[in-house]
């Protein structure tokens, strides 16, 4: 670029699909959908017609057995399986004799043909109620795509010449393969989740991936330049100087995480005076489970299961829910996975569509449950089927009284009482724990902590409900105070009434993966610490080089300041004293 | 014509591998070869048209055999059902 134009930054979320920070130039690939124009045929291009198909087809087939055995050689057998399906089909001979069939009786041009039989296929997927078959009907449309680009001799250019981050609208398997053998940094995508392909094959491949990002596609312009972050889901267009120097530290900071990884994993959370916090995780998807295993965490303090949600909008079948449960619980073994149930209403998923004025104060989690115990009963039978190696826990969220737990173990008794008739085996002593997380449940966390085996803080929403802050409002974004005084008395309070009926109590919100917060909530006595799988290493690090005699003394300090900011800059100078290898996050991310 | 019911015995129910498997067997036999489920119906020798049966464990199937070698062909596909696809 000639013109020094000073571009403005730009920040965007997306979905953390792979780990790993990219800074480097955009590459912009846009891949248009082949148009497959209907056109009738004279009856004596008939037999050039299926030439022409019969040609693209083979090439089709030859390009992804290339794809395949690059595949194979790079990410391993198992996930290049995608591959293989899609090469099957190419093969079979039902479909091409039926394409071929359609083209003489109909006297239509071959891509059309292709196009109008295959979506049929892909319509069928899409009308079953699984994630499985949606990314089955994606890989079917991939491959119909390339079928009609090779009819029409279009040639997709998969090739850069620098080292750049790769931006699209979406992500095929193929694509993803064929980049990774350029010098692709990243992926930043506007489509795409945790469970797409594309996200599957970054992850095996190293490569750091941001997707869903809604329109980045549209929002670059060439010469831009990018930092990708595939922890946290941030991305930054034209990022600004200091900025790009953050990223430079932060990239190296976790490339050396990352390289003593090995030894640090098998360490335990302990402190320098000998006591064991139990370091968990955050999981949403059965793909985060290996990063999870990888970072060292020791189980699994969060389960949301609302992602069973995401790809219907119906409530998965008991079968499915123990089927998934089980897997989790099996990876994990011995350590625990806790299970919270279907915390939906609010700014999340809803049995049913109900317009309220106030959502976050409306019918919510539990709540939902108690009026529509079927669905809960369903949810705790798969739970306890799952639980036979006692290594689940069960979690209620959104509770506001003593009333909705006790309720909430009867529905328990019922299910147990259901399976012990069916001669099922499950945990008998199964833990039962609830969130806190609001006002009310807090003030009496005392009555509560008597009818459960344990409390766990959900600081994000305690903060809103306690600050009376909207937490997705921006307006008064800079009232949501998750160092507000208020919000760690709270946690005290909590805490204490927790350990005073002998019952231990965790922290899955977003403050137990603060290392701003980490010495501060061991010193006022948390006994486990539930976080993203991304900052369980410094976490750990900050457990183990401090006693705890010294947190006990630092929280007591904390707990006689009176404003956020007064909480805020003492512990970051305690940190930064102590830790100058760990980067503080800005107040803005 | 020949028919019969079977049930997904194996824990992934008729993924890709599976299905593959199917299609690979059905297609040794010169017999036709179609698969039922809730209302509609495929061609069990095209693979693409199986993996739209989205059939998990426990889906019940109904299978039809047509030719010369129908018996033969029911018994071959029906033992692959059996061994729940030889998968654990």
């Known amino acids: ?589 | 014509m020949f028919e019969v019911e079977v049930v997904i015995k194996n824990k992934a129910g008729l993924h890709t591998r599976p299905a593959a498997q199917l299609v690979k067997t059905a297609a040794k036999f010169k017999s036709d070869f179609f698969i039922y489920k809730d209302g509609y119906e495929i061609n069990g020798k095209s693979i693409i048209g199986v993996m739209t049966l989205a059939a998990e464990q426990g889906a019940k199937l109904n299978l039809r055999f047509d030719g010369v070698d129908q018996k033969d062909a029911a018994k071959a596909v029906c033992e692959l059902f059996d061994r729940g696809f030889d998968e654990a």
């Open chain 1, 1 to 589: 670029m000639t013109e020094d134009k000073i571009k403005s930054e730009i920040i965007m979320r997306g979905i953390p699909a792979a780990p790993g920070i990219a800074i480097g130039n955009i590459y912009l690939y846009t891949r248009d959908v082949p148009s497959a124009i209907e056109r009738t045929l004279n009856p004596a291009d008939i037999d050039s017609e299926i030439e022409r198909l019969k040609k693209a087809i083979a090439k089709s087939e030859k390009e992804l057995t290339k794809i395949l055995s690059f595949a194979q050689a790079k990410i391993g057998e198992s996930k290049s399986k995608i591959f293989e399906a899609q090469i099957m089909i190419l093969r079979d001979q039902f479909l091409i004799d039926s394409l071929v069939k359609r083209i003489r009786s109909e006297l239509r041009n071959a891509e059309f043909i292709v196009n109008n039989e295959i979506s049929k296929y892909e319509k069928m997927m899409l009308m079953a109620q699984d994630d499985y078959m949606h990314e089955r009907a994606h890989d079917v449309d991939d491959l119909k795509n390339r079928i009609i680009r090779n009819m029409q001799s279009t040639k997709l250019i998969s090739k850069f010449e620098s080292a750049a981050i790769l931006v699209s609208h979406n992500l095929t398997p193929a694509d993803t393969m064929i980049f990774s053998r350029n010098a692709v940094l990243g992926y930043a995508t506007d489509k795409g989740g945790i469970t797409s392909h594309a996200a599957i094959l970054s992850r095996a491949l190293k490569i750091p991936a941001v997707l869903g990002l809604g329109d980045i596609s549209r929002r670059i312009s060439p010469g831009d330049s990018l930092i990708l972050d595939g922890y946290s889901g941030n991305v930054i267009i034209n990022p600004s100087s200091e900025q790009l120097l953050k990223y430079q530290i932060k990239k190296e900071r976790y490339t050396q995480f990352e390289s003593n990884l090995a030894q640090f994993k098998s360490l335990p959370a302990k402190t320098l005076d000998g006591r064991k916090v139990e370091l968990a995780t955050n999981i949403e998807f059965e793909e985060e489970l290996e990063y999870m295993l990888l970072q060292g965490g020791d189980g699994i303090g969060l389960y949301r299961t609302e992602s069973l949600l995401f790809a219907s909008d119906q409530i998965p079948s008991e079968e499915k829910q123990y089927k998934k449960y089980k897997l989790f619980a099996d990876r994990v073994f011995p350590n625990l996975v806790i299970i919270r149930t279907f915390d939906i209403g609010g700014d999340k998923i809803a049995p049913q569509t109900i317009e309220e004025a106030n959502p976050f104060l409306g019918w919510r989690g539990i709540r939902i449950f108690l009026d529509r115990p079927e669905i809960l009963l369903e949810q705790l039978r798969a739970i306890l089927r799952a639980s036979s190696r006692k290594n689940i826990a069960v979690m209620f969220p959104m509770v506001t009284t003593v009333e909705e737990v006790i309720k909430a173990k009867e529905y328990i008794e019922i299910a147990k009482a259901e399976l012990r008739s069916k001669k099922i085996k499950f945990d008998r002593d199964i833990q039962v724990g609830v969130m806190i997380e609001v006002p009310s449940a807090a003030v009496t966390a005392d009555t509560i902590a008597k009818e459960v085996d344990f409390l766990s803080i959900g600081t994000n929403d305690l903060t809103q409900y306690l600050l009376a802050v909207d937490r997705g409002n921006d307006i008064i974004s800079d009232l949501y105070q998750e160092f507000h005084p208020s919000v760690i008395h709270t946690i005290r309070h909590i805490i204490k009434a927790g350990h005073k009926e002998k019952k231990w109590v965790g922290m899955c919100g977003e403050l137990a993966g603060n290392p701003l917060a980490t010495v501060l909530l061991v010193g006022l006595g948390l006994d486990e610490f539930s976080v993203v799988p991304s900052v369980l290493p410094e976490i750990k690090k900050i457990i183990r080089s401090v006693s705890y005699s010294q947190a006990q003394r630092l929280a007591s300090e904390v707990l006689r300041l009176r404003t956020t900011e007064e909480v805020r800059s003492y512990l970051r100078h305690y940190i930064e004293k102590r830790f100058s290898d760990i980067l503080l996050e800005n107040n803005n991310e």
